[in-house]
T-cell receptor
Framework: KNEVEQSPQNLTAQEGEFITINCSYS?????LHWLQQHPGGGIVSLFM?????KKHGRLIATINIQEKHSSLHITASHPRDSAVYIC???????????????WGAGTKLIIKP | ETGVTQTPRHLVMGMTNKKSLKCEQH?????MYWYKQSAKKPLELMFV???????ENNSVPSRFSPECPNSSHLFLHLHTLQPEDSALYLC?????????????FGNGTRLTVT
């Protein structure tokens, strides 16, 4: 079992729907990252969270450290939001660098017009 | 434009071939990384370079050989690969020592080993 689990693995929704993607982890963490991978392959960092909530445009990321759970929400979803969304965590022991991330397998999101 | 450029975008090679993947970044970062991404699996960190020095080799088979001639360029030399090595190979860069600074990824090289 991976230390970082994402759900669902695949999600198809209609344009305009409110989207929630979940990330659960089993290790103590210092930070959690959400990233977006477009069909072309490139990966873009969306958020880094260590507590609470962050918002950028139609994207909202929340984290509950006690429950070891984070969610990524997309409001008013649009076909251009179609991508793979990846969660990654930095464990509390990985204090000397930012490459020691534990990665989730990703959630593939398709938004239909 | 991500600031990290990978070439080629696609590569098909036989098991006896030798090829190289190239990565270039113009972001002024001093750390560069190779990742392997197989279908429906988490990213796997392969190699890490910090100021041209290799600081991590994640038990990668010797048929993968990295090279970092300077902080802006990173290569992955491939020889006698296996079909299970077919995957998307991603290069990334970041500032070294700044915790949780975002990784900047290239668009990847889609490798198919026949």
């Amino acid at each position: 079992k991976n230390e970082v689990e994402q759900s669902p693995q695949n999600l198809t929704a209609q344009e305009g729907e409110f989207i929630t993607i979940n990330c659960s982890y089993s290790v103590g963490i210092s930070a959690l990252h959400w990233l977006q991978q477009h069909p072309g392959g490139g990966i873009v960092s969306l958020f880094m969270l260590s507590s609470g909530k962050k918002k950028h445009g139609r994207l909202i990321a929340t984290i509950n450290i006690q429950e070891k759970h984070s969610s990524l929400h997309i409001t008013a979803s649009h076909p251009r939001d179609s991508a793979v969304y990846i969660c990654a965590v930095r464990g509390v022991l990985a204090m000397d660098s930012n490459y020691q991330l534990i990665w989730g397998a990703g959630t593939k999101l398709i938004i239909k017009p | 434009e991500t600031g990290v450029t990978q070439t080629p975008r696609h590569l098909v090679m036989g098991m006896t071939n030798k090829k190289s993947l190239k990565c270039e970044q113009h972001l002024g970062h001093n750390a560069m990384y190779w990742y392997k991404q197989s279908a429906k699996k988490p990213l796997e960190l392969m190699f890490v370079y910090n100021f041209k020095e290799q600081t991590e080799n994640n038990s990668v088979p010797s048929r993968f050989s990295p090279e970092c001639p300077n902080s802006s360029h990173l290569f992955l030399h491939l020889h006698t690969l296996q079909p299970e090595d077919s995957a998307l190979y991603l290069c990334a860069s970041s500032p070294w020592g700044i915790l949780d600074s975002p990784l900047h990824f290239g668009n990847g090289t889609r490798l198919t080993v026949t």
